[in-house]
């Protein structure tokens, strides 16, 4: 398969210096001793990578081997996984964005994980995963190229003090939503009455999944065929047009709230700023971090019923292994290892919110249950959670979509009033389309 929606890169610059970068902190080769290298992207805080360094050790020392741990600053996965892979410098064992693997796979680099999952199969524990896309979702020509190893939630937060006030309960479908939004804002005394992310980066990619998965819509075909601006365009078109209605019609929205990201939204929030937020799990890490006097007025909403399903946007994200490693089979079980039931409550008690289990048995756990927050998610929103791919399993032009932002734009479009909703489908679909030529 043609590796152009790999190196499809927009800035050739970055592109060198990158390399340059990645051959200078891997160097040569690794000799065939008991060592291996693993970069992960989702242990951004000190207290991630104390814990994950922790786990690292602890492999380690089970099995008389070096674990050499990279945190990856999720700012430069896409460039530095690209450089990587381009200059056949990737690590034994990686945690990257959600379609990395199928990515590399296609270029050649990946090890199967087959047999994982097979073993999975036959010791139940493949029974017991949240989801079955959590796994399904890494299937790609007649292999699954990484194992799940946490799930990395989003939801809508609520103030029930506003929704109390305005004599309103908790909405539970989109007609209810756009009530509540109304009734809640309250520009007199700064508070809006919903907060998201608008702008060309990835967070936004995420909130457009959650209302175009709710109005029925999707990027790809179950067949893995790209969908966007074909058979899902009018479900794609009605929501983007919901989105914007919040901005231009229902006027319930910062004004300046296509520049946002994640922080922007999440900040507003925690000022008490806005009475429904979209946003990651690290909502309620800094919740009861820097605001829990507020915790008694927050809520997770329940996943919301759109015209085409109950459905919200998250990660299952992927383990996966080079397959030139020196050391291909200690990387897979140390992948297997990390995975297992129980072993990964260092990293969920770190940063509370941050990051969630695969394994169903793991919702026990004390954890998830010290805090209303914590609790609210896992059974209003988690059940629900499917992933960028959805109907389809995973196809390896998805790490260029997802990586390249190119879903993000259409809000950002939309929001400016630079395009109409049709319009900024439209030239979505035919920059993915390209990935397929």
């Not at 450089?83 to 990257?96: E, I, K, N, S, Y």
């Not at 796979?105 to 087959?114: H, K, N, S, V």
């Amino acid at each position: 398969m043609s590796d152009k929606f790999v190196i499809n890169r927009r800035d050739t610059l970055a592109l060198i210096l990158g390399t340059m970068v990645a051959t200078a902190i891997t160097g040569k080769a690794m000799s065939a001793d008991a060592t291996i290298s693993f970069w992960a992207t989702h242990t951004g805080t000190p207290e991630l990578k104390a814990a994950m360094q922790g786990l690292c050790d602890q492999f380690a020392k089970e099995k008389g081997v070096t674990v050499n741990y990279q945190p990856v600053d999720g700012s430069l996965v896409y460039p530095k996984f690209l450089t990587a892979v381009q200059g056949g410098a990737l690590p034994d064992v990686a945690d990257g964005w959600s379609y990395h693997p199928l990515q590399f796979a296609a270029m050649g680099q990946m090890e199967p994980m087959d047999d994982i999952i097979d073993q999975w199969k036959s010791n139940g524990e493949l029974a017991d995963v949240v989801n079955d896309y959590a796994y399904k979702k890494f299937f790609w020509n007649g292999h699954y190229w990484a194992i799940p190893w946490n799930l990395d939630a989003r939801a809508i937060y609520y103030r029930k003090d506003l929704l109390e006030k305005a004599g309103l309960k908790e909405p539970t479908n989109w007609d209810e939503f756009v009530e509540a939004t109304i009734k809640t804002n309250d520009p007199d005394n700064g508070i809006y009455g919903y907060t998201f992310p608008a702008g060309v980066f990835s967070i936004t990619q995420h909130f457009y999944m959650m209302v175009m998965l709710q109005a029925g819509g999707s990027i790809l075909a179950k067949d893995g065929t790209l969908a966007f601006g074909t058979s899902s365009k009018a479900a794609n078109v009605k929501a983007l047009q919901w989105i914007n209605d919040f901005y231009s019609k229902y006027k319930v929205t910062p004004e300046g709230i296509a520049s946002y990201n994640t922080d922007d939204s999440h900040n507003l929030f925690l000022q008490g700023r806005a009475a429904f937020a979209y946003g990651t799990g690290q909502v309620i890490s800094r919740l009861l971090t820097e605001q829990p006097d507020l915790i008694p007025n927050v809520g997770v909403l329940n996943v919301l019923q759109g015209p085409g399903a109950k459905l919200i946007a998250g990660f299952y994200n992927p383990l996966f292994v080079w397959n030139k490693s020196p050391n291909v089979q200690l990387a897979k079980d140390f992948a297997n290892w990390l995975v297992q039931p129980g072993r990964l409550q260092p990293i969920y008690k770190a940063y509370p919110g941050a990051s969630w289990p695969i394994f169903k048995k793991e919702f026990a756990a004390d954890i998830f249950k010290s805090s209303p927050l914590l609790e609210e998610m896992t059974t209003k929103v988690v059940p629900f959670t499917t992933d960028f791919a959805y109907p389809s399993t995973g196809v390896p032009q998805m790490g260029a979509i997802d990586g390249q932002n190119l879903f993000a734009e259409p809000v950002n479009d939309v929001i400016s009033g630079t395009k109409t909703p049709e319009q900024a489908v439209d030239d979505a679909n035919a920059k993915m389309a390209k990935l397929w030529s």
